[in-house]
């Protein structure tokens, strides 16, 4: 796909996939890279970002003998996702009417 | 083994973090490379590309963030700090030659010039500094002698320390907005670039 994600669609993402289940970090890239193609060092940057704003928390398990730290999303991320639905819906619907051409008549 | 050399090599390059910030991106990626089951060195290279290159894409985030949250710290150390990171960022992103090499001949134009300024600054100093010295232990060793000559002597070299101080002040000074402007400037350029790829997530 040529097309770029950008970031605040990535972080939608993220939080959308987190809305479902708690995920750790390899497992998240893993979840978008099915769909998207997103460079293994894209995704700590987004946890960061997304951690800072308080829209997801982390907190640890134990995993074969080590630690997994597990990603879960806030009630501040809920509604930040909800916002970022909101505004993929209407740049959706924008960029179909520009690009399927059915705004000429 | 590799794993560990990995990680070690990636924490080396990541010493501008402080240490909890780095010991976050270490514990993710530590994590990350157990859970991909990556165990060579070669393997993780694959995936998440060498420790400088995953170092500088993680700095360049950082510091980009932190100078966009906090616009008021302009310490000379911090703004030759963020200039070199910039320069790193721009480096590793894939950006048009042309472009590229331009920014790379400004760059060095500016540094060039910036340096000019130190040495500049730097012999002025040294050249008022030693005047008065000399002034003063030659009036001293008059003084006794021919007391009219030792004190004007003394005064001169009183004067040229006086000098000497107030062009080092200044030319702190003029070297810290010189390089105020140029973080500035350079941030600015950033940014105009990042717009310029339309902010796109790095995708292989």
């Known amino acids: 796909m040529k097309i770029q994600v950008s970031t605040e669609l990535l972080d939608g993402c993220v939080l959308a996939l987190l809305a479902e289940k708690d995920y750790y970090g390899y497992a998240i890239t893993q979840r978008i890279q099915q769909t998207i193609p997103i460079s293994e060092s894209t995704l700590y940057p987004v946890l960061r970002r997304l951690h800072k704003e308080s829209w997801l928390e982390t907190y640890d398990e134990s995993f074969k003998g080590r630690n997994r730290r597990y990603y879960r999303l806030t009630k501040a991320g809920t509604k930040q996702l909800g916002v970022i639905r909101n505004d993929w819906e209407s740049y959706k619907h924008n960029i179909d009417w520009l690009l399927k051409g059915d705004n000429h008549g | ?204």
């Open chain 2, 1 to 204: 083994m590799d794993k560990e050399t990995y990680l070690e090599q990636l924490k080396q390059q990541l010493t501008p973090l402080k240490a909890d910030e780095c010991a976050d991106v270490i514990d993710f990626y530590t994590e990350y490379i157990e859970d991909a089951e990556l165990t060579t060195t070669e393997e993780i290279t694959a995936k998440l590309g060498s420790p400088k290159r995953l170092a500088r894409k993680t700095l360049a985030d950082y510091s980009i963030r932190a100078t966009e949250e906090e616009p008021t710290v302009t310490t000379p150390k911090h703004n030759a700090h963020l200039i070199w990171l910039i320069l790193l960022a721009v480096m590793a992103s894939p950006i048009a030659i042309p472009l590229a090499l331009a920014i790379a001949l400004f760059f060095a134009l500016g540094i060039l010039m910036f340096l000019l300024c130190c040495v500049l600054l730097l012999v002025l100093t040294l050249a008022a500094g030693v005047v008065s010295v000399f002034s003063i232990i030659a009036g001293a060793s008059v003084l006794f002698s021919s007391f009219v000559t030792g004190i004007f002597y003394i005064g001169v070299g009183l004067a040229a320390l006086g000098a000497t101080i107030l062009i080092s002040l200044l030319g702190y000074l003029i070297l810290k907005v010189l390089l105020q402007a140029g973080a500035t400037l350079t941030k600015f350029l950033y940014q105009k670039i990042r717009q310029h790829s339309q902010r796109k997530v790095a995708a292989k």
